[in-house]
């Protein structure tokens, strides 16, 4: 199964940015992108891509998909 990553799991409810991702840096490039895209964050900042990363793995684990 494919690793994957929600804004709703990370709190953020309202946005419905869903997207699957093949490596650390490939996740932590997608989500600074969204964050400034999408989130109008000027600079992510290492603790909250930090924290989406871990919000990530944390659903991409195999408890998560049971």
């Known amino acids: ?10 709190g953020a409810g ?6 699957t991702w093949t490596d650390e840096s490939d996740l932590r490039r ?12 000027a600079t992510p900042t290492a603790t909250i891509v930090n924290y989406l990363v871990k919000v990530a793995k944390d ?3 195999p408890a998560a998909r049971s």
Not at 1 to 10: D, I, L, Q, R, S
Not at 14 to 19: E, L, Y
Not at 31 to 39: F, M, P, S
Request: proline share 0%.
């Open 14 to 19: 309202t946005c419905g940015f869903h997207t």
């Open 59 to 61: 659903m991409s684990s």
């Open 1 to 10: 199964m494919a690793n994957t990553y929600a804004c709703a799991n990370a």
């Open 30 to 41: 997608q989500l600074a992108n969204h964050l400034v895209t999408v989130h109008n964050v």
